[in-house]
């Protein structure tokens, strides 16, 4: 939560479906991971651009937009550990992104750049 002009604000909350790009360092382990993206902002137009730039810049291509929640105090209240450290993060910076991914097997070809 951030105050604003005397006001709450609360962040957004994305999930994406993401892959590795040729530049990320684990695009020969990982086939892809699910990416986790706190972002305050004014609306969802302004964090869905923050968020998808802030996951490009991190070498990640995605894939599907899976979540889009604006969180409020009761969402903030029950988040899991490594989600209120997320928070914390995005607190400070004004967003925070966590990846977690599914290795690569036999049927995931590889990454072409």
């Known amino acids: 939560m951030i105050e604003v002009n005397d006001m709450t604000v609360y962040p957004l909350f994305y999930q994406?479906?993401?892959?590795?790009?040729?530049?990320?360092?684990?695009v020969e382990v990982l086939a892809g991971a699910i990416a986790?993206?706190?972002?305050?902002?004014?609306?969802?137009?302004?964090?869905?651009?923050?968020?998808t730039r802030?996951?490009?810049?991190?070498?990640?291509?995605?894939?599907?937009?899976k979540r889009v929640l604006r969180l409020c105090s009761r969402h903030v209240a029950d988040l899991?550990?490594?989600?209120?450290?997320?928070?914390?993060?995005a607190e400070q910076?004004?967003?925070?992104?966590?990846?977690?991914?599914?290795?690569r097997h036999g049927f995931h070809g590889?990454?072409?750049?």
């Open 16 to 26: 994406f479906e993401v892959r590795p790009t040729a530049r990320n360092s684990q």
């Open 36 to 51: 986790t993206v706190l972002v305050f902002a004014e609306t969802e137009e302004v964090g869905r651009a923050r968020g």
């Open 54 to 65: 802030f996951v490009a810049r991190q070498h990640w291509e995605i894939i599907a937009v």
């Open 80 to 89: 899991q550990p490594h989600f209120q450290a997320l928070y914390r993060q």
């Open 93 to 103: 910076f004004g967003i925070a992104a966590r990846f977690d991914g599914w290795a």
């Open 110 to 113: 590889r990454m072409r750049s």
